[in-house]
């Protein structure tokens, strides 16, 4: 009986070292498995925080164009109020005769020898007008493009 015994309480140590042991190898795994899944969560925020720096730095720039572009403009429409600029078109030789525009040749114009016309200061602005939504939409047309080139790297 004492033998028994005995024999039952070395095997109930051994089965509890060998549980043991497995506790111990199963709790390795499962912080490894956590360090891992830690790892990877920082991995992917390092890539959001990332991404979101180029956007912003794109932002900045697209901004940036977009300020600069109202300033020329608004530079632009200062100088045709004032006619310290005034903006004039290329005649076509045939199309300046029954025509009552004023014409003035430009001697420091782009065409040499073309006659030209000045355009009356209000259409001037309206075309400035035209020109500026025109700009500010394709700043806004490259930032967007921007904005999905960014996304999808």
Do not use: F
């Not at 940036?64 to 006619?83: C, G, I, P, V, Y």
């Not at 029954?98 to 065409?111: F, H, K, Q």
């Amino acid at each position: 009986m004492l033998g028994a015994i005995s024999a039952w309480t070395v095997q109930g140590w051994r089965y509890g070292a060998q549980l043991a042991e497995q506790s111990r190898l199963h709790t390795d795994t499962l912080n490894q498995l956590a360090m891992v899944g830690a790892a990877a969560q920082k991995a992917v925020q390092d890539k959001h925080l990332a991404l979101e720096q180029r956007l912003a730095a794109s932002d900045k720039s697209h901004h940036e164009t977009l300020t600069n572009a109202q300033k020329d403009q608004a530079r632009l429409r200062d100088r045709l109020a004032t006619s310290d600029l005034r903006l004039s078109v290329v005649l076509a030789k045939s199309s300046a005769g029954g025509c009552s525009v004023p014409a003035a040749t430009g001697a420091g114009g782009v065409v040499y020898g073309a006659v030209r016309a000045e355009l009356d200061p209000a259409h001037a602005q309206r075309i400035v007008a035209i020109t500026d939504e025109g700009d500010r939409g394709l700043i806004a047309l490259a930032a967007c493009q921007a904005y999905v080139r960014e996304l999808s790297r």
